[in-house]
């Protein structure tokens, strides 16, 4: 029952906008993925890059779904609501994005190095002064870097490639503070 809209040069498709407050959804999502994509490497961000125009595409979709499920015979829709856009972007983010990490994590390099990698990228961007484990594992909560063996094992690797200091000893009969100071030489490269 969708006809193509009447142009100069013949039939064109019908342009379907989205309504302000679905706009802004979009764009938060869109630097949400950005931010992701910042901290992932290979396949995934590719994936990840692509997430905002698979969230637009199947918010039309969903819209157009929605239209076809009502009673009667009503004219399409000619907007994107926010509804059908956070429901497309709830599927991206919670279904489409994990199915990718497995995905792509499989046949990409092991866990170990994309831990290292997205420490590193974080260092790089962040600049801290130090890595705290545990403030790494409660609240900056990096992808792949949730138990503090594997935040210890990804600062490790980093203190073997001259980025990070050792961690300061614990007191008397008590386990080290598991904060690495990061490298004043890498500091001053990274400015």
């Known amino acids: 029952m969708l006809d193509l809209a009447a142009g100069e040069d013949g039939s064109t498709p019908l342009l379907v906008m989205l309504d302000d407050a679905a706009a802004q959804c979009l764009v938060h999502f869109a630097q949400l993925m950005q931010e992701r994509k910042e901290m992932t490497i290979g396949l995934m961000r590719s994936a990840i890059g692509k997430a905002r125009g698979l969230v637009l595409r199947l918010s039309l979709v969903l819209e157009y779904l929605r239209w076809c499920g009502e009673d009667g015979y009503t004219a399409p829709p000619d907007t994107i609501t926010e509804d059908a856009l956070i429901a497309a972007a709830k599927f991206v983010s919670e279904y489409a994005m ?15 190095d994309r831990n290292l990698t997205t420490l590193a990228r974080w260092i790089a961007k962040q600049r801290p002064n130090a890595v705290h484990v545990r403030d790494m594992q409660r609240n ?8 503090a063996d594997a935040i210890h094992a990804a600062c490790t690797a980093l203190i ?11 007191g ?11 490298s004043l030489r890498l500091m001053q490269v990274l400015s």
Do not use: N, S
């Open 98 to 112: 994990p199915a990718a990490e497995r995905t792509y994590g499989d046949a990409a390099c092991p866990q170990a």
């Open 140 to 147: 900056i909560r990096l992808p792949g870097l949730v138990t």
């Open 160 to 170: 073997e490639a001259g980025w990070l200091g050792m961690p300061a000893p614990g």
């Open 172 to 182: 008397f009969q008590q386990k080290p503070r598991g904060v690495y100071p990061v």
